[in-house]
């Protein structure tokens, strides 16, 4: 299927069950790709012409996102120690790169193209099938969970919020990149509970060895659960990271999960065969 824009431009081809990614009462989310081929996207359609406006708030909020993203490099770029290191909050949010008001036989429906930055969108998980199928362990759910942190950490530092559902969420568990996706939410509504709900979300997700460490890891997510309904990104960061590097110290740690169908506990050492 093609879409086109309201004067018939196509922007882009999509595989209406192949390419659907998820379903919501409002709109639809599919793997998109260009009409000559040349790259990938994320596209979200709303489910009727009435739900327009709130394509159109993820729009203003990306660009919000990204404008405010680039302010605290540039700063950061100024202080900073080591030549190479970044903040990179931009890799926690999609990029918008276009968006366009379908033609009358699509409804008129606003559409939102999404990339991801440096990165293809074809080597992304949504997080919700891989938790269908798989368990992953304490050191891997720790940078997943650190990134959630992060990105509450630059809602704060900008005066913004999400809700964090877990079904918009996508990994690139080899590289150890998280995008949330849906910028969606039209209310002007200040939300602290993200870190109850991204700790639960991966509380759910563990499969525990039984170590000493793990099982203070463990006490660390019910914690973040239980007693934090209204933590600052910052704190919960701070938190995790002293406790990580008390229990494991930091180095690279490969996406190692445990399949559910085998058995069997595995690391990742190319692209995701979800």
């Known amino acids: 299927m093609i879409l086109h824009n309201r004067d018939g431009t196509p922007k882009c081809t999509v595989d209406p069950e192949k390419g659907l990614l998820s379903v919501s009462d409002k709109y639809k989310l599919y793997h998109a790709q260009a009409p000559d081929g040349s790259g990938d996207f994320l596209l979200r359609i709303p489910n009727a012409r009435q739900q327009n406006g709130q394509i159109n708030f993820e729009a203003e909020k990306l660009r919000f996102l990204d404008k405010a993203s680039q302010r605290i490099e540039q700063a950061y770029q100024e202080v900073k120690a080591d030549p190479e290191a970044r903040v990179h909050y931009d890799w926690l949010f999609p990029e918008l790169f276009d968006s366009f008001i379908t033609d009358s036989e699509q409804g008129s429906r606003q559409v939102n193209l999404l990339r991801i930055r440096d990165a293809s969108v074809s080597d992304f998980v ?149």
């Open 126 to 274: 949504p997080l919700a099938k891989l938790q269908t199928k798989y368990c992953v362990d304490a050191k891997t759910c720790t940078w997943i969970l650190g990134r959630f942190f992060k990105l509450q950490i630059f809602l704060e530092q900008v005066e913004s919020f999400y809700v964090f559902h877990a079904d918009q969420v996508i990994l690139e568990p080899k590289a150890h990149r998280m995008v949330y996706l849906d910028w969606s939410e039209d209310r002007d509504v200040y939300r602290r509970d993200s870190v109850n709900r991204a700790a639960s979300s991966m509380l759910s997700w563990l499969k525990f060895n039984d170590t000493p460490e793990e099982q203070r890891f463990a006490d660390l997510l019910h914690y973040f659960v239980d007693e934090t309904s209204e933590m600052r990104g910052e704190d919960a960061h701070r938190l995790l990271y002293q406790h990580v590097g008390e229990w494991w110290g930091y180095h690279y740690y490969p996406f190692t999960y445990f399949d559910k169908d085998t058995n069997t506990w595995l690391q990742l050492d190319a692209k995701f065969p979800a």
